[in-house]
């Protein structure tokens, strides 16, 4: 894997090979530390580059602060965050801006990766919808984690007990585990699975909040024993029900990692500064309904009715604000959910008040 000086040295000389870029600038010195690179326009800091490698994910909060950090130092109109695979261009924001005032476009690393950032910049940047770059965002953060999954459960797998669990419960799933290439597939389709649905407990947990203020709020964590901690705030949430997405099963057999667990905890305090409260119901959907890729709900076992479907039946069956609906097979909810909007929407509200 490229080393992080890897990923500066080809980030720089890619946007040295467009004119209006040649002027970049490598290890800069600000405020006692160093810019990884700095664009500058008319003798100026224009853009400034945060740099990472592949494994760390450019939204991660400790990254994203630093390069602002640097921008705002520097008094620059943009700044970024790079792994080499995942350009994320922002708009330079005042520290504790929420992550909805925050402005923000994914590129992918390419060979014009420099004339689509100069595009978008000279013609005004077409910056993504909220709940899109939220959606891109936790997918960078499950990409990064992955991969400490799956060594996590290739140790747990040396040991007996956990190996003879394992075996039969994915055997039970229905996958096929007998042959090398076989445990192979199936060990990263199940590290897949436990990063999403970890992940997914955690913003869900959140969204609750502003729904049941009986329960803790979810807040900054300082020990790495992440697996202890969430678990007593799960409880809170089956003493209300949520069993089918809380409630203890094999995943959660599965340690997390020291460094996943930092990760998590980044991520939970980032989610401080989003305020479930204002967004509104359909927003929290999209973003709910996205969340797991659609090649990897098959292998979850979960079946999601299009929200075009949806909003069709909706449309066509439910016209009275007081109607009462009931989904008893309802999966992951994604038809309750839709039905909770279309409600709120004849009564004429974004949300409940």
């Known amino acids: 894997m490229p080393s992080e000086r890897d990923v500066e040295d080809k980030i720089k000389n890619l946007f040295k090979t467009l004119p209006q870029f040649e002027n970049i600038k490598a290890d800069v010195p600000c405020d006692g530390k160093r810019a990884d690179l700095v664009i500058y326009k008319d003798e100026k800091p224009y853009i400034v580059i945060e740099v990472k490698k592949e494994s760390i994910d450019p939204t991660d909060i400790e990254v994203v602060n630093q390069a602002s950090h640097y921008a705002n130092n520097f008094g620059c109109e943009y700044f970024s965050t790079t792994n080499g695979k995942d350009f994320v261009l922002f708009e330079t924001f005042r520290p504790g801006t929420s992550l909805m005032e925050r402005k923000l476009k994914f590129f992918e690393v390419d ?4 004339k689509k950032v100069h595009g978008e910049i000279t013609q005004g940047v077409q910056w993504m919808r909220f709940d899109d770059a939220f959606v891109k ?3 960078l953060l499950h990409d990064s984690l992955i991969p400490e999954m799956l060594k996590s459960i290739e140790r747990s797998l040396k040991e007996k007990k956990f190996n003879e669990e394992f075996t039969r419960w ?3 799933q229905g996958f096929e585990y007998e042959t090398i290439t076989e445990k192979q597939k199936t060990n990263q389709i199940i590290s897949n699975q436990s990063t999403y649905l970890l992940v997914n407990k955690i913003f869900f947990y959140k969204v609750l909040e502003t729904v ?9 964590i300082h020990t790495l024993d992440i697996s202890s901690y969430l678990k007593e705030y799960f409880k809170d949430v089956l003493k209300i029900d949520y069993r089918a997405i809380f409630e203890q099963g094999f995943f959660d057999k599965i340690k997390i990692p020291p460094e996943v667990a930092k990760t998590l905890v980044g991520f939970i305090k980032e989610l401080e500064l989003f305020d479930f409260d204002k967004v509104e119901s359909d927003i929290i959907g999209r973003i709910y309904e996205k969340l797991i890729p659609i090649n990897e709900r098959k292998h979850l076992g979960q079946y999601y009715t299009p929200p075009q479907i949806i909003e069709l039946i909706l449309n066509l069956t439910v016209d ?8 008893p097979c309802c999966g992951s909810g994604g038809f309750l959910v ?5 409600l709120l929407k004849l009564k ?3 949300r409940v008040t």
């Open 111 to 114: 060979e014009f990766l420099p």
């Open 137 to 139: 965002k936790l997918s």
């Open 170 to 172: 994915v055997t039970e």
């Open 212 to 220: 049941y203020p009986q329960i803790q709020g979810l807040r900054s």
């Open 320 to 327: 009275d604000p007081k109607q009462k609906i009931l989904d």
């Open 338 to 342: 839709g039905a909770y909007s279309h």
């Open 348 to 350: 004429g509200k974004s």
